[in-house]
T-cell receptor, first 110, second 113 residues
Framework: SQQGEEDPQALSIQEGENATMNCSYK?????LQWYRQNSGRGLVHLIL?????REKHSGRLRVTLDTSKKSSSLLITASRAADTASYFC??????????FGGGTRLMVKP | EAQVTQNPRYLITVTGKKLTVTCSQN?????MSWYRQDPGLGLRQIYY???????DKGDVPEGYKVSRKEKRNFPLILESPSPNQTSLYFC????????????FGNGTRLTVT
């Protein structure tokens, strides 16, 4: 069952622009994680944000979490062509299981 | 190098012919899991294991078996594959279930004709 739902499903931007992806979920969580997947390859972990945290940064990545709205966003600043990939949010519930959303396909045009 | 290794990378088989996809991790992780990825459906969990000899069903376990006899290995077994099991499969591991980041293998693309 999908807990997180990403929005938009697809996003196309120019190199240098910022990319914002959103994730909404339904039930309470322990943490929310963002992953990146290059075409057909394994997912790579980007950031984990705990339910008591509101914002985390990692390089050009910024993740926010609003537990009152049950939503999170991933911002990639100054995007590069190499950022082209699919991005997934995953929510960790009370049973410590991760449930993945359907993903956002990001294309960054050079 | 810390990694999750899946084999084979690609597999084409026929309906009913038993197959096993292997998964091995070298990070001493307790938790291991299998997912399948299908267009428009995201990643769905098939089975997971919290530790040796402990396995549980995920969201889509029908038609699959797993075993966890050793901490490092978590093979996925399809006793009688069917065309609806054509998919991209991923193995993942972590030191603490969903409380910690998952490490993924590179995937196995299975085609059942």
């Amino acid at each position: 069952s999908q807990q997180g739902e990403e929005d938009p499903q697809a996003l196309s931007i120019q190199e240098g622009e910022n990319a914002t992806m959103n994730c909404s979920y339904k039930t309470s969580i322990n943490n929310l994680q963002w992953y990146r997947q290059n075409s057909g390859r394994g997912l790579v972990h980007l950031i984990l944000i705990r339910s008591n945290e509101r914002e985390k940064h990692s390089g050009r990545l910024r993740v926010t979490l609003d537990t009152s709205k049950k939503s999170s966003s991933l911002l990639i600043t100054a995007s590069r062509a190499a950022d082209t990939a699919s991005y997934f949010c995953a929510t960790c519930n009370a049973g410590n299981m991760l449930t993945f959303g359907g993903g956002t396909r990001l294309m960054v045009k050079p | 190098e810390a990694q999750v290794t899946q084999n084979p990378r690609y597999l084409i088989t026929v309906t009913g012919k038993k197959l096993t996809v292997t998964c091995s991790q070298n990070m001493n992780h307790e938790y291991m899991s299998w997912y399948r990825q299908d267009p428009g459906l995201g990643l769905r969990q098939i089975y997971y294991s919290m530790n040796v000899e402990v396995t549980d069903k995920g969201d889509v376990p029908e038609g699959y078996k797993v075993s966890r006899k050793e901490k490092r290995n978590f093979p996925l077994i399809l006793e009688s594959p069917s065309p609806n099991q054509t998919s991209l499969y991923f193995c993942a591991s972590s030191p603490g279930g969903g409380l910690r980041p998952l490490h993924f293998g590179n995937g196995t693309r299975l085609t059942v004709t």
